[in-house]
C-alpha cells in the first residue's frame, strides 16, 4: 500500500527559505508523478507544483513559480519542494500526493499527512 | 483557469439522511474530476474519479454523477463517520479544487 510521509516544515520569517520532503514506500516511486498541495489555515486545498516520474517535466501554480522548486530524487524515493522568498501568504499545511501516471495529469491518491510551514515575523 | 464552484457551504443533516452536494465548473471539463473527503485534522482521501468511479475501499453509499459541467457527489444514509469537508478537483486543464462543502450532524 502506498505511503507519504511529509516533513521538513517550520517557522520561518518573510523572506526566508525552507526545503519540505515526501518519503514514499509502498509503490515504485519513479513510475509515477508527484504533487505538492497546500491548504491555508481555515482554508480550501491549492495545488503548488508537479514533477513527473523522470522529474524531467515540471509544473507551477502563477502563485509560486519563480520562488519555489520542485524536485525529486528516485533513488531515495523522495519529493522535495524548494521554498524561497517565503511570504506571509505562503503559511500553510503542505500535502505531498502521488498521481495515477508517469506525468502529471489526473487525481491525486494517496496523501500525506501533511507538514506545517509558518511564514511570520 | 478553470474555477470550480461547490455548494452549498454547509449542509446540516441527520443520521440516515441522503445528502447532494454539487459542483460546477466554470467550462466543459468532461468526465475529468474528482471528489475528495477530508475528515478534521486528516488528510484529504479520494472518493471518486473521472466523476463516478468510487476509489478503491470507499464504500458504496458514495456516488458520483455528471459531466461537461454539472457534477454531483451523493452520500446515502449519512453516518457520523462522514462528517467532514468534501471538495471536488478538476484534472482537465491544470489542476483546481472548489472550495469544499462542509457536512455537518444537526
Known amino acids: 500500500e502506498a505511503h507519504l510521509e511529509e516533513s521538513g516544515g517550520d517557522l520561518v520569517q518573510p523572506g526566508g527559505s525552507l526545503r519540505l520532503s515526501c518519503a514514499a514506500s509502498g509503490f515504485t516511486f519513479s513510475n509515477y508523478a508527484m504533487t505538492w498541495v497546500r491548504q491555508a489555515p481555515g482554508k480550501g486545498l491549492e495545488w503548488v507544483a508537479s514533477?513527473?516520474?523522470?522529474?524531467?517535466?515540471?509544473f507551477y501554480a502563477d502563485s509560486v513559480k519563480g520562488r519555489f522548486t520542485i524536485s525529486r530524487d528516485n533513488s531515495k524515493d523522495t519529493l522535495y519542494l524548494e521554498m524561497s522568498s517565503l511570504r506571509v501568504e505562503d503559511t500553510a499545511l503542505y500535502f505531498c500526493?502521488?498521481?495515477?501516471?508517469?506525468?502529471?495529469?489526473?487525481?491525486?491518491?494517496?496523501w500525506g499527512q501533511g507538514t506545517v510551514v509558518t511564514v511570520s515575523s | 483557469e478553470i474555477v470550480m464552484t461547490q455548494s452549498p457551504a454547509t449542509l446540516s443533516v441527520s443520521p440516515g439522511d441522503t445528502v447532494t452536494l454539487s459542483c460546477r465548473a466554470s467550462q466543459s471539463i468532461t468526465s475529468n474530476l474528482a471528489w475528495y473527503q477530508q475528515r478534521p485534522g486528516q488528510a484529504p482521501r479520494l472518493l471518486i474519479y473521472?466523476?463516478?468511479t468510487r476509489a478503491t475501499g470507499i464504500p458504496a453509499r458514495f456516488s458520483g454523477s455528471g459531466s461537461g459541467t454539472e457534477f454531483t457527489l451523493t452520500v446515502s444514509s449519512l453516518q457520523s463517520e462522514d462528517v467532514a469537508v468534501y471538495y471536488c478537483?478538476?484534472?482537465?486543464?491544470?489542476?483546481?479544487f472548489g472550495q469544499g462543502t462542509k457536512v455537518e450532524i444537526k
Open positions: 514533477i513527473s516520474g523522470s522529474a524531467y517535466t515540471t
Open positions: 478537483q478538476q484534472y482537465d486543464s491544470w489542476w483546481t
Open positions: 473521472d466523476a463516478s
Open positions: 500526493a502521488k498521481d495515477q501516471h508517469d506525468i502529471p495529469s489526473e487525481y491525486f491518491d494517496p
